[in-house]
């Protein structure tokens, strides 16, 4: 009883900050508001003289108190045009915009996008702007992912975020497909004057999809020459209570200038078993095989193994408690000396979450 009222009158608290009135807000036809707070501290064995966890992008700082994110996001229906926009700030979304040349301001909108929906063309939607990428199972938004930290495959082997024009279509029952012409990995503003383009395709069914997404074209600054190329392809496995699961394979490639090639792949899968409407535990596995070094600056072959348990303490509030760890088959985790680096690193974490939600 306690709790209960406690998390409603800081719920009540939050959406006061933002100037959102509760009574009027269930009048927003059409429209949906989205707030997510994000803190949490990490302690890292190896005590790193760096002071950051190593490979583990987003929640870097080692055994400190952090602000990974806060966002807000505005989202009307498409009737048949609408938009989706995302206002935030943090420590997360200066690192996915780190290698950004867009102007720094981009870096404080992690998506804006419009979407058209034409009612001639039967489901076909537009949408043109900034948006995260089609490849992998997580998302940026950390309440939207089983585990609190992010995977190897979302941090290195896949991009964040595109600008350009995405769109989709059913073509079956169970079939849906796509594609987008789109500015390149993780920047607004072009670094060349080539495209890249990206056809997508999922199959799904009520407790089973099957996603597909190949990025290909010239990545590189100043230059339309040596392309890069990603396959992603995703199957997840949603039963229902209490087992759900996923696979995620990602191979990618760069031909570089002198006519060599840098390519890396990995593999990753987890399990997210709900034990009761407010605990579940969700184990992780995962190889990448970073070949050339070109993702992670070291030839090297990362893995990891993560257990995640999460309390929902009550509507809009959960606690995730997360104990990783990572390995390589070289010295590339900073030691607790200066200039010393050793194979593996462990780390347990402690990550907040507030979220709340208003839609008609």
């Known amino acids: 009883?306690?709790?209960?009222?406690?998390?409603r009158i800081a719920g009540m608290l939050i959406l006061g900050l933002l100037g959102i009135n509760p009574a009027r807000a269930q009048g927003l036809e059409k429209w949906r508001i989205d707030g997510l707070i994000d803190g949490y501290y990490s302690w890292n064995q190896n005590r790193p003289f760096t002071g950051e966890n190593q490979w583990i992008l987003f929640d870097t700082s080692a055994n400190s108190w952090s602000l990974s994110l806060a966002r807000?996001?505005?989202?009307?229906?498409?009737?048949?045009?609408?938009?989706?926009?995302?206002?935030?700030?943090?420590?997360?979304?200066?690192?996915?915009?780190?290698?950004?040349?867009?102007?720094?301001?981009?870096?404080?909108?992690p998506q804006a996008y419009i979407k058209w929906k034409p009612a001639f063309l039967k489901g076909l939607q537009l949408d043109f702007g900034?948006?995260?990428?089609?490849?992998?199972?997580?998302?940026?938004?950390?309440?939207?992912?089983?585990?609190?930290?992010?995977?190897?495959?979302?941090?290195?082997?896949?991009?964040?975020?595109?600008?350009?024009?995405?769109?989709?279509?059913?073509?079956?029952?169970h079939f849906t497909v796509g594609v987008q012409v789109i500015n390149?990995?993780?920047?607004?503003?072009?670094?060349?004057?080539?495209?890249?383009?990206?056809?997508?395709?999922?199959?799904?069914?009520?407790?089973l999809s099957w996603t597909n997404v190949y990025y290909f074209g010239p990545e590189k600054t100043g230059t339309n020459q040596g392309w890069r190329h990603l396959y992603d392809t995703a199957l997840l496995v949603t039963p229902g209570m209490p087992v759900s699961f996923y696979v995620n394979f990602d191979y990618g490639a760069e031909r570089t200038l002198d006519g060599g090639k840098n390519q890396w792949v990995g593999i990753g899968s987890a399990a997210?078993?709900?034990?009761?409407?407010?605990?579940?535990?969700?184990?992780?596995?995962?190889?990448?095989?970073?070949?050339?070094?070109?993702?992670?600056?070291?030839?090297?072959?990362?893995?990891?193994?993560?257990?995640?348990?999460?309390?929902?303490l009550c509507r809009g509030f959960a606690s995730r408690l997360e104990f990783r760890r990572d390995w390589s088959d070289r010295a590339t985790f900073p030691g607790d000396r200066m200039g010393e680096l050793v194979k593996s690193q462990n780390t347990l974490s402690l990550g907040l979450l507030a979220t709340f939600s208003i839609k008609r």
């Open 1 to 7: 009883m306690t709790m209960g009222i406690a998390c």
């Open 130 to 173: 900034k948006f995260y990428t089609s490849t992998g199972v997580e998302v940026l938004d950390t309440d939207q992912n089983w585990n609190y930290s992010r995977s190897l495959l979302f941090s290195w082997a896949q991009p964040a975020y595109h600008f350009g024009l995405r769109t989709s279509i059913p073509i079956a029952k």
């Open 272 to 312: 997210h078993v709900i034990a009761s409407p407010s605990f579940s535990v969700t184990p992780r596995v995962e190889w990448f095989f970073d070949s050339d070094g070109f993702a992670t600056g070291n030839e090297q072959k990362l893995k990891e193994a993560t257990l995640t348990a999460e309390w929902k």
């Open 72 to 109: 807000l996001a505005i989202d009307r229906d498409t009737d048949p045009m609408g938009f989706h926009v995302e206002i935030g700030a943090g420590h997360t979304y200066e690192l996915m915009n780190s290698f950004d040349s867009a102007p720094h301001v981009m870096q404080y909108f």
């Open 184 to 207: 390149g990995w993780n920047n607004v503003r072009d670094n060349n004057s080539g495209k890249t383009v990206g056809p997508t395709a999922t199959f799904s069914w009520t407790h």
